[in-house]
């Protein structure tokens, strides 16, 4: 009796719990959209209703150097591919304030199109409510989602979250939707059945190629680890450091959230995403358990080893598109003697990839948007 109420009060905090985030999530949502018709910000007077335009929302100017190298990725690759458009760059945080004056100038034949990353799950709440939003409002447009990881927790609320997304993408008739690894491609043909594109690609900062931009003398470690809800639990992150400290005699230390407020603007983010690179391409060895810090030694062909983070998606990432990089490596557990060899070949390793074979990749982004 004692063993079945107890489950019984588990089960009722985990339905409490439930119940919450679904409140929480209705309020702050129907608060956005109300704020966004009682506001009507105007990102650039001079483009109108004549002008072809792409828009980009979700991007990324914020304290994230991974979104921020996103959002800079997809930018560089629109311009470069469409420059008849005008490129629209729309802040995830203008999403709502921006939608009467992007419903007022946009035409049937405009592209909407929506930053990539691993916003497509349970944890980022905020920014899938956003993705279904520009959904729900641009009915008549083609609509592309550059490549995401989807992961959406098995709980109450994740299995919630997911249902609310199918059924909001099902209903447009002209949706593209890209992953960026296997595992989030196979889950997303299953879930995702009525788009008319459901395609794997590369990370879009795997379209930039930096590795003759940054060659320099290296020296020392950077370690780049993360501390939120991506985070591995299964690495002790402290062992990894005593390690480290025994083999290297400087190291740095930060993460790509470590970035001022004034350097995400969209007038200086290229500058703050190049300046990082350059302090990566310096290193003799990074060491991290975040996804873009691993792409961003991948296209400065800066020696890496990557932990996994929580949700796959750096194997997931490597495992598609980066395996053949000598340079990188993937740490899926800790052993302290395997590190040690690990660290030791990839230094001693010269072996650099001088062609990214996987660029092909992005013609299939490129023929669905000119289609």
């Not at 989602?145 to 993408?169: A, S, W």
């Not at 190629?209 to 470690?221: I, P, V």
């Not at 030694?297 to 080893?305: D, L, S």
Request: hydrophobic share 35%; net charge positive; charged share 25%.
């Amino acid at each position: 009796m004692l063993i079945y109420l107890k489950k019984l009060l588990k089960v009722s905090e985990s339905m409490v719990e439930f119940l919450k985030s679904v409140v929480n999530d209705n309020v702050t949502n129907i608060k956005c959209i109300i704020y966004g018709i009682l506001n009507n910000k105007v990102l650039n007077s001079k483009i109108t209703k004549n002008d072809k335009k792409i828009f980009v929302y979700l991007s990324g100017f914020y304290q994230n150097l991974g979104d921020m190298a996103i959002t800079y990725s997809q930018e560089q690759f629109l311009k470069k591919n469409f420059p008849e458009y005008k490129i629209i760059m729309v802040p995830s945080v203008d999403t709502y304030t921006t939608i009467r004056w992007a419903k007022s100038i946009v035409n049937n034949d405009d592209i909407i199109t929506i930053v990539g990353g691993g916003s497509m799950d349970s944890n980022y709440a905020s920014l899938e409510n956003c993705r279904r939003f520009v959904i729900r409002c641009f009915k008549k447009n083609k609509i592309v989602l550059f490549p995401q990881t989807m992961h959406f927790n098995n709980d109450l609320y994740g299995r919630y979250r997911l249902k609310k997304t199918i059924k909001t993408y099902s209903k447009h008739n002209n949706l593209h939707i890209f992953a960026r690894e296997y595992n989030s491609y196979e889950n997303m043909k299953k879930m995702f059945k009525n788009a008319k594109t459901v395609e794997v690609i590369p990370d879009m900062v795997l379209y930039l190629d930096y590795k003759e931009a940054f060659k320099q003398n290296r020296k020392g470690l950077l370690c780049v680890f993360r501390n939120d809800i991506e985070k591995n639990c299964n690495f002790n992150t402290d062992a990894i450091l005593k390690t480290l400290k025994e083999k290297f005699d400087f190291i740095e230390y930060t993460d790509t959230i470590d970035v001022k407020k004034e350097e995400c603007e969209y007038k200086v983010y290229e500058k703050t995403i190049l300046s990082f690179l350059n302090r990566i391409a310096s290193k003799e060895l990074v060491v991290t358990d975040r996804l873009h810090c691993m792409i961003f030694c991948a296209i400065t062909e800066t020696p890496c080893i990557a932990f996994d983070n929580s949700n796959k998606k750096i194997s997931g990432v490597y495992k598609a598109w980066l395996s053949s990089l000598h340079y990188i490596s993937v740490v899926s557990n800790y052993q302290e003697d395997t590190f040690k060899k690990l660290i030791d070949s990839i230094q001693k390793s010269n072996e650099r990839q001088s062609n990214f074979e996987y660029l092909s990749k992005f013609d299939l982004i490129k023929s669905v948007l000119k289609d």
